[in-house]
C-alpha cells in the first residue's frame, strides 16, 4: 500500500500534536549514539569484503593540459601490485545534485591540478602508494590556463544553468541607478570571499564489489540514488543494477551529494580484476580533487532615504567555476527577500578557471552572500547614524519585495527583538574602538541570517511486524544531523510506540527514493514522508480494530478506543506495510518559504598583535516546530561555527601559477577549534508554519552559517574600527589600522 502528502493546502493540524505522551520536541539523545561510541556504525572505509584490494588515485600534475605518457612499468613491478587502471571512464570531477548526469571525460585532458587520471590498485594499502609514487606521468602543458579569479573578472559571463530554478541568474526592478543617486545615504563597496573546503570529518571512501552484473557500493554520500544514478551513467548499466549503501555518513555539508572519484574508481577497478576493491581518499585528496566553494567578487549597493528606509538594493556577484559546469554560487538568494525597497537588482556572472570543481557546500549562496549584505548594512547602518537592529526592523517588509508572495511564516523581527534583549544589547560599545580592556579591544556585532526552506520528492516504508516492532526503511542518510532520532521520535508519537521498538535504516537506494541530505530539507523531506506511511497505518490499526479512525488513540503500543485497547502487534497481524511519499506542491508555488534568526557577538582584539578572540555569542532562530532541541542546538552551533571559519581563518589557497592547492591538510586549513569558539548560547522561538509540511517545521542545518560571519565582521570593526571587506579577516589586515 502507498499514501502520498502533496503540499496543496494549509495544514490547519497535524498529528503529532494528538501524541499521548509527546516524543517530538524532547531533547532525546541520538538513538545511534551507542552504536557509535562503541564502534558498531560501520563507515564506509569500515568495509572489509573477502578478497579486498587497495586502490590509490593517481592525479595530474599540472593545472591545464594534456596527459602525453602514463607509464606504470615500474608500478607494476613492484610487491602486491596488481593493476595501474587508466580506463577513460574514471571522471575528472565530482558531481552534484544533477539527476543521472556525471561528469565523464577521460583521463587525457587535464583541467585543474590534482585531476584523477588513473588509479593504482595493490593488496594493501601501503603497497598501493608507494606504487603510486613510481608511476611516471609525462605532461604537455596548455599556456592558456586560468589560475586566478580576481585577474579575469573582465572574463565573466552569466551563468549556463538556473539549476533547476532553484538559484536566480538575475532579476531586477525599478531603477536601481536612478535611487542610488537620489539617495540620501548610500553604500557601494565590493567584498570578496575565497574558496572553503568542506573538510568533513571522514574522508571520501567507497567499496566497490560485483556479483556477476550487479555492483554493490558501500560509499560516503550524502544522496545514494543520486549518486547511483550519476555512476550507472558513467559505467554504462542500468541504475538497477547498482546499489549504494550509506547508513552512516561522518559529515558531508555538500561535498558528498554527487558522484565523486573514488567511487568510480573503485567500481571501474572492481570490475577489472573481478575481486573488490577499496578506494580511500587521503586529507590531501580530499582538499585537492573532491569539491570546494566557489570564491566570490560581490558589489553590493545599498541606498536609503534620511529615515534608513531602503530605496535601493544592488547585489551583483561574480564567482568562479570550471568550465561546462552548471553551478555557481548564488550569493544574492537572501538579498531577494530579507529587506523591502522598491528598487532591486541581482545579478551572477561566472568566470571559468582551472581550479578544482566548485559545489555546493553548506547554505551555498547565503552563507557567502550574506557575508557581504550584512556587513553592507552594518555600514548603512553607521552612516545613518541608527541602530543596526533598528535599521533591519524599518525594512521589514510585509510581503516577499519582489514577487510579492505571502510568507508562510516570517520570525524575523522576533529573533532580532529577542536577540537583542537576550545578549544586552542596548549595553553594547557604540563608538568603534572605545571600549578597551588592556590590550584587548572589545567590540560587538550583529546581523541577520536567513535561508530558504527547499522541499524535494521524499519516500520512506514504514511496517509492523506480528510482534509490534515498527521499521522505518529509506534511501536518506544521517549524516551526522540526527535523522536516525527524530524519525524514530516521529512515528513513537503517530503510532504511539514506545522508542525501543522502532528500528530505523537508512542509506540504502534498495529502499525507498528520499530527496537526500542536503539543503537543509531531510528532515522535513523524510519525515512528511514517514508521516504520510504512519497516517495510512493509522487508518489500517482502526480498520483493523473495527473502530472509527476518528475515535482512535494511540498511545503504549496500542490502539485505544471505546474503552478498549488493542496492541498494535495484533493489529498488524501477519504485518503491515505502508510506502508514504510526499511531493512540492501549491503552497511551494503560492508562499515564501524560509526560516530565519539573528546573530549577536562580543570580539577581543588584541590591540598589539591583532589577533581576534571570540568571547560571547547568541544566535535566535525561527524555524517552525523543533523537533529535537537536542539535535536542532547541535545543528545550529554547527553553522555558526561554519560561519565564524569563514569570518576568521578559512581560505582554500590556489597557486596563481597552476591552480594547485596549497594548503591541503587541516594543518594549513584552519577550521576552528575548540579554543576558538565560546560558549554559544541558541534559542529556538516556538514557532509553527502551517504551510511548510504536514510536521510544520522548517530546516536548520544551514541556518546558524548564514549571517554568521558578518555578525563577527561587524563585531571588528566595532572594536577598532577597522572595516575589512575581504575575508577572512586575518591579523594582517587589521594591524596598520589599530590604534597605537
Given at each position: 500500500?502507498?499514501?502520498?502528502?502533496?503540499?496543496?493546502?494549509?495544514?490547519?493540524?497535524?498529528?503529532?500534536?494528538?501524541?499521548?505522551?509527546?516524543?517530538?520536541?524532547r531533547?532525546?539523545?541520538?538513538?545511534?549514539?551507542?552504536?557509535k561510541v562503541?564502534?558498531?556504525?560501520?563507515?564506509?572505509?569500515?568495509?572489509?569484503?573477502?578478497?579486498?584490494?587497495?586502490?590509490?588515485?593517481?592525479?595530474a600534475?599540472?593545472?591545464?593540459?594534456?596527459?602525453?605518457?602514463?607509464?606504470?612499468t615500474?608500478?607494476?613491478?613492484?610487491?602486491?601490485?596488481?593493476?595501474?587502471?587508466?580506463?577513460?571512464?574514471?571522471?575528472?570531477?565530482?558531481?552534484?545534485?544533477?539527476?543521472?548526469?556525471?561528469?565523464?571525460?577521460g583521463?587525457?585532458?587535464?583541467?585543474?591540478?590534482?585531476?584523477p587520471?588513473?588509479?593504482?590498485?595493490?593488496?594493501?594499502?601501503?603497497?598501493?602508494?608507494?606504487?603510486?609514487?613510481?608511476?611516471?606521468?609525462?605532461?604537455?602543458?596548455?599556456?592558456?590556463?586560468?589560475?586566478?579569479?580576481e585577474?579575469?573578472?573582465?572574463?565573466?559571463a552569466?551563468?549556463?544553468d538556473?539549476?533547476?530554478?532553484?538559484?536566480?541568474?538575475?532579476?531586477?526592478?525599478?531603477?536601481?541607478?536612478?535611487?542610488?543617486?537620489?539617495?540620501?545615504?548610500?553604500?557601494?563597496?565590493?567584498?570578496?570571499?575565497p574558496?572553503?573546503?568542506?573538510?568533513?570529518?571522514?574522508?571520501?571512501?567507497?567499496?566497490?564489489?560485483?556479483?556477476?552484473?550487479?555492483?554493490?557500493?558501500?560509499a560516503?554520500?550524502?544522496?545514494?540514488?543520486?549518486?547511483?544514478?550519476?555512476?550507472?551513467?558513467?559505467?554504462?548499466?542500468a541504475?538497477?543494477?547498482v546499489?549504494?549503501?550509506?547508513?552512516?555518513?561522518?559529515?558531508?555539508?555538500?561535498?558528498?551529494?554527487?558522484?565523486?572519484?573514488?567511487?568510480?574508481?573503485?567500481a571501474?577497478?572492481?570490475?577489472?580484476l573481478?575481486?573488490?576493491?577499496?578506494?580511500?581518499?587521503?586529507?590531501?585528496?580530499?582538499?585537492?580533487?573532491?569539491?570546494?566553494?566557489?570564491?566570490?567578487?560581490?558589489?553590493?549597493?545599498l541606498?536609503?532615504?534620511?529615515?534608513?528606509?531602503?530605496?535601493?538594493?544592488?547585489?551583483?556577484?561574480?564567482?568562479?567555476?570550471?568550465?561546462?559546469?552548471?553551478?555557481?554560487?548564488?550569493?544574492?538568494?537572501?538579498?531577494?527577500?530579507?529587506?523591502?525597497?522598491?528598487?532591486?537588482?541581482?545579478?551572477?556572472?561566472?568566470?571559468?578557471?582551472?581550479?578544482?570543481?566548485?559545489?555546493s557546500?553548506?547554505?551555498?549562496g547565503?552563507?557567502?552572500?550574506?557575508?557581504?549584505?550584512?556587513?553592507?548594512?552594518?555600514e548603512?547602518?553607521?552612516?545613518?547614524?541608527?541602530?543596526?537592529?533598528?535599521?533591519?526592523?524599518?525594512?521589514?517588509?510585509?510581503?516577499?519585495?519582489?514577487?510579492?508572495?505571502?510568507?508562510?511564516?516570517?520570525?524575523?523581527?522576533?529573533?532580532?527583538q529577542?536577540?537583542?534583549?537576550?545578549?544586552?544589547?542596548?549595553?553594547?560599545?557604540?563608538?568603534?574602538?572605545?571600549?578597551?580592556?588592556?590590550?584587548?579591544?572589545?567590540?560587538?556585532?550583529?546581523?541577520?541570517?536567513?535561508?530558504?526552506?527547499?522541499?524535494?520528492?521524499?519516500?520512506?516504508?514504514?511496517?509492523?511486524?506480528?510482534?509490534?516492532?515498527?521499521?522505518?526503511?529509506?534511501?536518506?542518510?544521517?549524516?551526522?544531523?540526527?535523522?536516525?532520532?527524530?524519525?524514530?521520535?516521529?512515528?513513537?508519537?503517530?503510532?504511539?510506540?514506545?522508542?525501543?521498538?522502532?528500528?530505523?535504516?537508512?542509506?540504502?537506494?534498495?529502499?525507498?527514493?528520499?530527496?537526500?541530505?542536503?539543503?537543509?530539507?531531510?528532515?522535513?523531506?523524510?519525515?512528511?514522508?514517514?508521516?504520510?506511511?504512519?497516517?495510512?497505518?493509522?487508518?489500517?490499526?482502526?480498520?483493523?480494530?473495527?473502530?472509527?479512525?476518528?475515535?482512535?488513540?494511540?498511545?503504549?503500543?496500542?490502539?485505544?478506543?471505546?474503552?478498549?485497547?488493542?496492541?498494535?502487534?495484533?493489529?498488524?497481524?501477519?504485518?503491515?506495510?505502508?510506502?508514504?511519499?510526499?511531493?512540492?506542491?501549491?503552497?511551494?508555488?503560492?508562499?515564501?518559504?524560509?526560516?530565519?534568526?539573528?546573530h549577536?557577538?562580543?570580539v577581543?582584539?588584541?590591540?598589539?598583535t591583532?589577533?581576534?578572540?571570540?568571547?560571547?555569542?547568541?544566535?535566535?532562530?525561527?524555524?517552525?516546530?523543533?523537533?529535537?532541541?537536542?539535535?536542532?542546538?547541535?545543528?545550529?552551533?554547527g553553522?555558526?561555527?561554519?560561519?565564524?571559519?569563514?569570518?576568521?581563518?578559512?581560505?582554500l589557497?590556489?597557486?596563481a601559477?597552476?591552480g594547485?592547492?596549497?594548503?591541503?591538510?587541516?594543518?594549513?586549513?584552519?577550521?576552528?577549534?575548540?579554543?576558538?569558539?565560546?560558549?554559544?548560547?541558541?534559542?529556538?522561538?516556538?514557532?509553527?508554519?502551517?504551510?511548510?509540511?504536514?510536521?510544520?517545521l522548517?530546516?536548520?542545518?544551514?541556518?546558524?552559517?548564514?549571517?554568521?560571519?558578518?555578525?563577527?565582521?561587524?563585531?571588528?570593526?566595532n572594536?577598532t574600527?577597522?572595516?575589512?571587506?575581504?575575508?577572512?579577516?586575518?591579523?594582517?589586515?587589521?594591524?596598520?589600522?589599530?590604534?597605537?
Open positions: 500500500m502507498s499514501a502520498t502528502i502533496k503540499l496543496d493546502a494549509p495544514f490547519s493540524h497535524s498529528l503529532i500534536d494528538d501524541a499521548a505522551d509527546p516524543q517530538v520536541g531533547p532525546l539523545p541520538r538513538v545511534d549514539g551507542p552504536r562503541a564502534g558498531q556504525a560501520r563507515y564506509a572505509a569500515e568495509h572489509f569484503p573477502g578478497g579486498l584490494a587497495h586502490g590509490v588515485l593517481l592525479r600534475p599540472l593545472g591545464k593540459g594534456r596527459i602525453t605518457r602514463l607509464d606504470g615500474a608500478a607494476r613491478a613492484m610487491p602486491g601490485v596488481l593493476a595501474v587502471v587508466t580506463d577513460p571512464r574514471l571522471i575528472r570531477n565530482g558531481g552534484d545534485f544533477a539527476g543521472s548526469a556525471a561528469p565523464v571525460q583521463v587525457e585532458e587535464v583541467v585543474y591540478f590534482g585531476q587520471v588513473g588509479v593504482v590498485v595493490a593488496e594493501t594499502f601501503e603497497q598501493a602508494r608507494a606504487a603510486a609514487l613510481m608511476v611516471t606521468i609525462d605532461c604537455a602543458a596548455d599556456d592558456d590556463g586560468v589560475f586566478d579569479m585577474a579575469a573578472l573582465d572574463r565573466a552569466p551563468p549556463t538556473d539549476i533547476f530554478g532553484l538559484f536566480l541568474i538575475h532579476t531586477e526592478q525599478g531603477d536601481v541607478e536612478a535611487a542610488m543617486e537620489a539617495a540620501a545615504h548610500r553604500v557601494d563597496a565590493v567584498w570578496t570571499t574558496s572553503h573546503s568542506h573538510s568533513a570529518m571522514e574522508p571520501h571512501a567507497a567499496v566497490a564489489t560485483w556479483e556477476g552484473d550487479r555492483l554493490t557500493l558501500d560516503s554520500y550524502q544522496s545514494p540514488v543520486t549518486s547511483r544514478d550519476q555512476l550507472a551513467t558513467v559505467l554504462g548499466i541504475p538497477e543494477n546499489r549504494f549503501r550509506s547508513p552512516f555518513v561522518g559529515g558531508g555539508f555538500g561535498g558528498k551529494l554527487g558522484l565523486m572519484p573514488e567511487a568510480a574508481a573503485a571501474i577497478a572492481a570490475q577489472q573481478g575481486r573488490p576493491v577499496k578506494v580511500v581518499m587521503t586529507r590531501q585528496n580530499v582538499y585537492e580533487t573532491t569539491g570546494r566553494r566557489p570564491a566570490t567578487h560581490q558589489r553590493l549597493r541606498g536609503a532615504d534620511a529615515d534608513g528606509r531602503l530605496t535601493a538594493i544592488a547585489h551583483e556577484t561574480i564567482t568562479d567555476q570550471l568550465a561546462g559546469e552548471s553551478f555557481f554560487e548564488p550569493a544574492g538568494i537572501a538579498t531577494h527577500l530579507l529587506y523591502a525597497g522598491a528598487n532591486r537588482l541581482v545579478d551572477h556572472k561566472v568566470v571559468r578557471v582551472n581550479k578544482l570543481l566548485a559545489v557546500m553548506r547554505a551555498p547565503e552563507a557567502a552572500g550574506q557575508l557581504g549584505l550584512e556587513c553592507a548594512m552594518d548603512l547602518a553607521e552612516q545613518l547614524g541608527i541602530d543596526p537592529v533598528d535599521l533591519r526592523l524599518r525594512n521589514e517588509p510585509d510581503r516577499h519585495p519582489e514577487d510579492g508572495m505571502p510568507f508562510s511564516s516570517r520570525g524575523l523581527v522576533d529573533c532580532l529577542r536577540g537583542a534583549e537576550r545578549f544586552g544589547w542596548s549595553k553594547r560599545n557604540r563608538t568603534p574602538g572605545a571600549m578597551r580592556d588592556g590590550e584587548w579591544l572589545i567590540g560587538h556585532g550583529m546581523a541577520a541570517s536567513v535561508r530558504g526552506n527547499l522541499y524535494g520528492p521524499s519516500a520512506a516504508r514504514v511496517s509492523i511486524g506480528g510482534n509490534g516492532q515498527v521499521t522505518i526503511e529509506s534511501e536518506m542518510t544521517d549524516i551526522g544531523t540526527g535523522t536516525y532520532t527524530i524519525l524514530t521520535q516521529i512515528v513513537a508519537d503517530l503510532l504511539g510506540v514506545s522508542s525501543d521498538r522502532v528500528e530505523v535504516r537508512l542509506g540504502d537506494t534498495d529502499s525507498p527514493r528520499s530527496a537526500g541530505s542536503g539543503g537543509s530539507w531531510g528532515a522535513a523531506t523524510a519525515g512528511s514522508a514517514v508521516y504520510a506511511a504512519c497516517e495510512a497505518l493509522r487508518a489500517q490499526l482502526a480498520a483493523a480494530a473495527g473502530v472509527p479512525l476518528a475515535e482512535a488513540r494511540f498511545a503504549d503500543n496500542a490502539l485505544i478506543a471505546r474503552g478498549a485497547r488493542h496492541p498494535l502487534a495484533r493489529l498488524a497481524g501477519e504485518g503491515m506495510s505502508v510506502e508514504g511519499s510526499t511531493e512540492p506542491g501549491e503552497n511551494n508555488a503560492r508562499y515564501s518559504q524560509a526560516a530565519y534568526g539573528a549577536f557577538c562580543e577581543r582584539v588584541n590591540a598589539v591583532g589577533e581576534t578572540r571570540l568571547s560571547r555569542w547568541n544566535s535566535v532562530f525561527a524555524a517552525g516546530r523543533i523537533l529535537n532541541p537536542r539535535t536542532a542546538t547541535s545543528q545550529a552551533i553553522g555558526i561555527v561554519f560561519g565564524i571559519g569563514a569570518a576568521l581563518t578559512e581560505e589557497v590556489h597557486d601559477r597552476t594547485k592547492v596549497v594548503n591541503r591538510d587541516l594543518g594549513e586549513y584552519h577550521v576552528p577549534a575548540h579554543a576558538d569558539i565560546p560558549a554559544i548560547d541558541v534559542l529556538f522561538l516556538d514557532e509553527r508554519d502551517f504551510i511548510a509540511n504536514p510536521l510544520l522548517k530546516g536548520v542545518g544551514e541556518l546558524g552559517t548564514c549571517g554568521s560571519g558578518a555578525a563577527v565582521a561587524n563585531a571588528i570593526y572594536a574600527g577597522v572595516r575589512v571587506r575581504e575575508f577572512p579577516v586575518t591579523l594582517d589586515k587589521l594591524l596598520s589600522g589599530l590604534p597605537d
